[in-house]
C-alpha cells in the first residue's frame, strides 16, 4: 500500500537526520500527521488520540508510537518493520489516569535516550502542552529543544512522483470548481452544491480517485464574503449575492488548493473593480516567478501591482503546500510575505491566495503554482475572472 | 446566525464560570473549537491558526482572540460584542517572529489578569506545548493550572435543542448508511462510494442541510477491516470482501455516529459467529441502560455478554458525543469503560462502538444512544445485523 518507493522513504529519514545533526539533536519527536506520513506512509484518521512517530540518530528505522486498535494500520500503510510499531493500551485514550507520553517516555528511557538532546514539534498541530509536561517530567535528565518544521522544510521540494500527484489534485480541483459554479444558482440549498463539490472531490476522475481534503470547502456567500473561513449553511442562495469557493482536490493526501468568485447576477461596479484588481495582482506576481526569486519579492510585485489600483492587504498573499492532513493543507514552512527570504526553487509548490475582504465583501481568485526550472507552472486550468451566473 | 438563544449560551457561560470558581481559577484559556463554539458559536475553519476564547471571571462577557482575517467571522457567527473580538496581525501566523500567545498574554497584562490562576485546556487540540511555553514565560507571576475538559464536562448533558439537533443528524446518519450499504457491491471504486456517502451526508433532508462530519467516512474493506481508522482508496471491492461502515450525520455540527458492517458475498462462519456475538453484547448493554446506571457497569454487560462466548475487547466500548470539530466527533468525557463511575443522567448522547478486530478482519457494529428518563433511546433506525450483498 506504499504510495512511494522504499528508497525515496530512505531519502526522506537520511535528509531528517541529517537536519538533526546540524542542529545537534539526538531524537526527534513528531506529532504532525503530515510528517509521520512524509516518513513512513501512516495513513490513517487515528491523529485524533495521541500517536508519534520517534526517529533516533543512532538507529536505523523510525519507532512508530500509537493506540493498540490502530497498530494494524501501521503495519498495514507503512514500511516500518513490526517491532518497531509499539502499541500503548486503550487506557491510555482520554484518560485522566494514564498519558500516552508516559509511554513515550519508557520507550525513550528503553532506548537509552533519557539524557539526550530530544526535539518535539512543539507548535505542531496534536502536540499538546500536556505531552510536554509529561515528558519533561518523566525525562528530567534529557534536554528538550523545538523542532517544529524540521520535517515541513525537507517536504518543501517535492519529487516527480509528489508533483504527479499534486496535478492530480489539481485535475481534480478544476472539474471540482467548474462543477460548483455551474451548480450555484438563486434558489437552490447551500448545502446541495457542496454535496455535489464533495462529490466530485472525492469520485475523482476516471482514472484516479480522490482524497478528502484537509480543509473542508468554504463557501460564504453574500455578506459572508467578507469572512474567509466560513464553510456553508442550509439557506438557499439568492439573487446578487456574491459566493465565494475555496476548495481542493486531494489525491494521495497531495491537495492542489484553488479558490474563485461568482455572483449570481449582476456585480457591483466596485467587486467588479476588485476582481480587476486581484486578477492583474496575481498576474504580476506569477511573472516574476523562477528559480532565485525570494517569496517577499512575489510578494512586493503583488503589492506594488494593487497598490497602483489603491488598495492593500495586510494578510500574506500564500504559503507553501502539498501533502497533509487536517486541520490544515499549508505546510507552515515558507510564505509568500514580506520579510520571507525563502528562494524558490523547482518543484516548490505553492498556493498563492490574493484575498481581499472589504467590510460587507470580498473577493478571492487563487491559483496553486509549481516552480519550474526556468519559470513557474500554474497547476488548475479554471478561467481566472469574476464568474457572473 | 445564532444556533440557539442567546439564554442558552449565558447558562452555558454562568456553568463554566461556576466550575471555574470551584476550581480556583479566574482564567479560562479555550482552545478546543467546540469549547469556543459552545459558549459563544463561533463557527469557521480558522483553528489551524491559533484562536482562542478568554474567559475572565470578573468580566460578564468573553473574549475572542484570533487572526485578523477572522475576526469577521466571530462578527457574523457569535452573540459577543465588537469590543471584545480582538485580532491580532497577520505576521503572526505559522511565523517564527511573532507568536499569537504573545499577543494573548498582552491582552491578560492589560486586563490585570498576568498574577491570577490562569487554566488552559492543556491536553486539548490546537493548544501546542508553545503555547504553554509563551505564555508561561510571558507572565511569570501567574499560577498556570490543567483546564482540560472543563467546558466538555458541561457539553455532556444536552438541551433539548441540542437534542434535536442531534436527532436531525441521526436522521442524516440513518439514510447515508443505507446509501453507502446499497452502493457497495464489488467492481464498484470504493471512492465512488464514498462520493455517495458525502454527497447525502452534506446535503441531508429536504427538510434540513447537513454539515461535514469531525471525522470523514471510515470505509477499511478486505483485510485492511482489521485496522479501524482507515479512510478509502480508489481500488475497486472484490467478491468476498468485508466492508466496514463508520461514519456520522452531522446538522449544525452534531453529531450522531454509526458502524454497520456487510459482506459481498458470502460470509464466513467465523465472521457470522463474531457480528452475533457483537449484536448479543450490544443489546445487553442497552438493556441496562437508564439513570443511576455508571459508565463501567454499561461496560461490564457487554463484557460478560461477550466473554460468554468467548471473546474479548480491550478498546473502551463507547464515549460521549455531540457538538464536534475536527479531528474527533468524542467530547473526551465519559467513556463507556472499566474504571469510569460516570453516572449516566438524561440527555446525555454516547456513541457505542463495539468494534472487535482480529488478525485480518473486524466486525463494527455501533449505536448512537440517548439516555431518557427512563431508559434508553437509540438515534438512528438502520438494521442492526450484518448485511450480505
Redesign the interface.
Known sequence: ?LNFAKAEYQTRLKKTKQSMEKQGINVLLITDPANISYLTGF??????VHQLLIVIDQEEEPIWAG????A??A???TWLSNENILPY???H???T?K?PMDFVAGILKEKGQSNKTIA?E????????????QLTQQLPDATFV?G?TLVNWIRIIKSEQEIEYIKRAATIVTETMYKGIDRIQAGV????V???I???????TEE?????TS??P?LPSG??T?????????EVYKEGDPVILELAGCHKRYHSPLARTLVIGKPTSEMEELADVTIEGIEAALDIIKPGVTCEEVELAWKRSIEKRGFEK???LG?STGLNY???W?E?TA?L???DQTVLQPNMVFHMIP?I?MDTYGIEISETFRVTESGVEVLANVDRKLFIK
Chains 1, 2 share one sequence.
Request: charged content about 25%.
Open positions: 500500500m495513513n490513517a484518521w487515528s491523529f485524533y493506540r493498540r486498535i490502530d494494524s494500520a503495519q498495514i500503510t493500551s486503550d487506557d485514550v482520554q484518560s489516569r498519558h518535539a512543539f507548535d505542531a498541530y496534536y502536540f499538546t502542552a500536556r505531552n510536554y509536561i523545538d517544529t440549498r447551500e448545502c446541495d457542496v454535496a455535489d464533495f462529490h466530485k472531490q472525492i469520485s475523482g484516479f480517485g480522490g482524497d478528502y480543509i473542508v468554504l455578506e459572508k467578507s469572512a474567509c473561513h466560513l464553510t456553508w449553511t442550509d495586510e494578510s500574506r504559503y487536517p486541520p490544515d499549508g507552515h510564505s510575505r514580506s520579510g484575498g475582504w
